[in-house]
């Protein structure tokens, strides 16, 4: 396993949408690996593969209830309900929060590691956590969703938030 370098705002990578992942290979499997560890690294809720240079669609995600990373190959959102007003941040924008509207709850679907076909259903900040990333996927940041004026910028020294 490894770090991997975050990629920051200013990149135009992070604009770019991500392919498809054909094959879940070994170098697949150490993506996940490394993206995971530089997630952890870096105290953030999720990461998605562009951030870290490579265009594929692969996300991970922890929101640190217990229930350890969640790993997501090829992820589709498939239905959302009511619309919420959130804080959000990304690690590609460090220190830099603004209130976003999100979808209160999504329904994604996507392949495990081992290739198998999952369903997740989620509100709150799991929700949160993979509208963001999978906006990633398609080149699409957070601050195109900002609310106008909403921006902040946190003095890392004084706080520390959880970032996505
Ligand atoms: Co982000």
Same mark, same amino acid.
């Given at each position: 396993?490894?770090?991997?370098?975050?990629? /920051?705002? $200013?990149?135009?990578?992070?604009?770019?949408?991500?392919?498809? +992942?054909?094959?879940?290979? @070994?170098?697949?499997? !150490?993506?996940?690996?490394?993206?995971?560890?530089?997630?952890?690294?870096?105290?953030?809720?999720?990461?998605?593969?562009?951030?870290?240079?490579?265009?594929?669609?692969?996300?991970?995600?922890?929101?640190?209830?217990?229930?350890?990373?969640?790993?997501?190959?090829?992820?589709?959102?498939?239905?959302?309900?009511?619309?919420?007003?959130? /804080?959000? $941040?990304?690690?590609?924008?460090?220190?830099?929060?603004?209130? +976003?509207?999100?979808?209160? @709850?999504?329904?994604? !679907?996507?392949?495990?590691?081992?290739?198998?076909?999952?369903?997740?259903?989620?509100?709150?900040?799991?929700?949160?956590?993979?509208?963001?990333?999978?906006?990633?996927?398609?080149?699409?940041?957070?601050?195109?969703?900002?609310?106008?004026?909403?921006?902040?910028?946190?003095?890392?020294?004084?706080?520390?938030?959880?970032?996505?």
């Amino acid at each position: 396993m490894a770090i991997r370098n975050i990629i /920051e705002n $200013g990149d135009e990578i992070l604009r770019k949408k991500s392919r498809e +992942v054909e094959e879940i290979n @070994e170098r697949i499997l !150490e993506l996940l690996d490394d993206m995971v560890e530089t997630l952890h690294k870096s105290n953030g809720v999720g990461l998605s593969a562009v951030q870290v240079g490579v265009l594929k669609r692969v996300v991970v995600i922890d929101i640190y209830d217990g229930k350890g990373p969640i790993k997501l190959i090829n992820p589709k959102i498939t239905k959302t309900k009511g619309e919420v007003e959130l /804080e959000e $941040g990304c690690l590609s924008f460090p220190n830099q929060y603004a209130k +976003v509207k999100r979808a209160e @709850e999504v329904t994604v !679907e996507a392949l495990n590691e081992k290739g198998k076909k999952i369903k997740i259903t989620a509100k709150e900040l799991l929700a949160q956590t993979l509208q963001h990333e999978l906006d990633h996927l398609e080149g699409v940041l957070f601050v195109d969703r900002m609310i106008p004026g909403t921006m902040e910028y946190v003095d890392p020294d004084n706080n520390q938030p959880v970032k996505e």
